[in-house]
């Protein structure tokens, strides 16, 4: 038994860590490849050093909205737990906190007693 509640969360989870994932691996990618961009020459000596530390900058910034995101994605997976307990005991019909459980009816005399 699956909780819609608790499938749209994790689906939506899901994809925000997708997100933050992308964004992580792209930055690493941008910042990698900016160590390289040295390595070419330049007309300009001054200008070779200003594009990779840009690019550097941009990368690193996109890595920490990346583990931000991903970090905000993981805080869904409670949520969707409570929301998936919430159907259970619902489900079940079991005693919340603040409630009490239901009685449990007796069951039937045997036929060979007689009623009161």
């Known amino acids: 038994m699956n909780a819609p509640e608790a499938v749209a969360i994790l689906r939506d989870r899901d994809q925000q860590y997708a997100l933050g994932r992308g964004l ?3 930055g690493a990618a941008v910042a990698l490849g900016s160590a390289l961009l040295p390595l070419f020459p330049f007309d300009d000596r001054d200008f070779s050093l200003t594009i990779p530390l840009s ?3 941009v990368a690193l910034g996109a890595e920490i909205a990346g583990v ?3 970090t905000a994605a993981q805080r869904k997976v409670t949520t969707a737990a409570e929301a998936y307990n919430r ?3 619902g489900t079940l019909d ?3 906190a603040g409630r ?3 009685r449990t009816p ?3 005399a045997p036929p060979w ?3 009161p």
């Open 24 to 26: 992580t691996i792209g």
């Open 55 to 57: 690019l550097l900058t």
């Open 68 to 70: 931000f995101i991903e």
């Open 87 to 89: 159907r259970l005991w």
């Open 94 to 96: 079991l005693p919340r």
């Open 100 to 102: 009490r459980a239901p």
């Open 106 to 108: 007796h069951p039937a």
């Open 113 to 115: 007693v007689a009623p």
